[in-house]
């Protein structure tokens, strides 16, 4: 993870705001991401996790936080010593005293204190709150403290007795982006659309994937970025495999380049979706698919304002889809039956939107019970519909086949080979939906027009 950009003091009012819910005679046990071996002596390049660098801002591995409400000393935090032989080799340490100058530590300890320090803390206190059955070593972890805790009854100590998941309180406080990160996604955004244009003007027929790809990790590194997840480079029938990420092809005149790729800005990721001919202009069938699709994206970016609930831009998506499929004779039926027997999931088979935030699908519950999460401004929601048409596609008999009858048919080829996703990430506001992406093109005219900068 590249350098922190949001100050110390949006750490230190997340933990007031967390520790304020939490309430008194409770604690929030905060564990850091593991190192991953990749490969001897290789380790994959490390990752804070979302939840801890977010009360923290602290990058290191091997660190655990404490959230203490009411105590004299309400955030401690467990890390790595300093070690001159570990930090010539492997680089430079916090240490406690960093932890507490840099970092905003009531006070830190060696990580090799932990229990030690710890477990007096967990006496006579009610509710631990931490993020149960995530990671198994910290779940036995916490346990052997309760019971070495629970040991000394006979002495008068009460053991916590509640046990409550942490994201019950910390993921609806992720949700709702503050001012502070909604700068840093709008950067994530930024640095994303430039390499998305990049993308562009670069591609030509005869390129491979891969070189495409190439475009993304220059320009997030440039601007002092990482990606958000693996990039998915997918020109003609790979742009119909939804996660494709092996990048390996050959990019070929006449077919579409679907990229869904994203930027990751001090934790903060964006996640955009652009498709576009290999060779800089639409062909006739690639232009009516992508034309329909951009009207249901559109139409689902409508939804996302105050008030809606967070099923209205699918709901609004599906409707255009499945009332161009069946214009189109790639679905029969009226729209209405169509929705209902859920035809259009042969062509469109994912949900159009997921939050946005630290992790690309974020935290945050969709539903409460029955009802769907109503949009708030402050959240960040991806509106990415699609259409995806593989080769030797058939129109599958859906609907029909309840009736007893069978409709299965070949989809003309012309239609065949052709996946479209476009995917923006939107700010609900209390006005308009503020689209955070709007810096890469979207209209036909618009994504021609950059191509042939460099198509001559
Ligand atoms: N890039 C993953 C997604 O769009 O959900
Ligand atoms: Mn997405
Ligand atoms: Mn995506």
Known sequence: MLARTLPAP??????????????????????????????RDVYYPFRQDSDFYYLTGFPEPEAIAALIPGAEQEFLLFCRDRDPHMEIWHGRRAGP????????????????????????????????????????????????WINQTRAKARIGVQAPVTFIALEHLLHPMRRCKETEEIAVMRESAR???????????????????????????????????GWS?????????????????ENNAELHDGDVLLIDAGAEVDGYASDITRTFPVNGRFSAEQRVIYELVLAAQK??????????????????????????????????GNVDEAIKAETYKQFYMHRTGHWLGMDVHDVGSYKTGEDWQVFAPGMVTTI???????????IADGCWAQLGIHLESDVDERWQRIGVRIEDDVLVTEGEPEVLTAGVPKEIDAIEALMRKTHG
């Open 191 to 225: 640095i994303a659309c430039e390499a998305h244009c990049r993308a562009m003007q670069i591609c030509r027929p005869g390129m491979m994937e891969y070189e495409i790809e190439a475009e993304f990790f220059h320009t997030f590194l440039r601007n002092g970025a």
């Open 229 to 245: 997840y693996p990039a998915i480079v997918a020109g003609g029938d790979n742009s119909c495999i939804l996660h494709y990420t």
């Open 299 to 332: 139409a689902a970016i409508d939804k996302v304002r105050p008030g809606c609930h967070f099923n209205e831009p699918h709901d609004a998506a599906v409707h255009v889809l499945t009332e161009g499929l069946i214009a189109l004779g790639l679905l029969q």
């Open 384 to 394: 990415e519909p699609g259409l995806y048409i593989p080769a030797g596609s058939q």
């Open 10 to 39: 949006v750490f230190a009012r997340r933990r007031r705001t967390l520790m304020d819910l939490m309430g008194a005679n409770s604690v929030a046990l905060l564990p850091a991401a593991l190192e991953a071996p990749r490969n």
């Open 97 to 144: 005293q960093g932890a507490k100058e840099r970092y905003g530590a009531d006070n830190a300890h060696p990580i090799a204190e932990l229990d030690k320090i710890l477990l007096p803390l967990l006496e006579n206190r009610e509710r631990v709150y931490y993020a149960i059955g995530y990671h198994p070593d910290f779940d036995e972890q916490v346990m052997s």
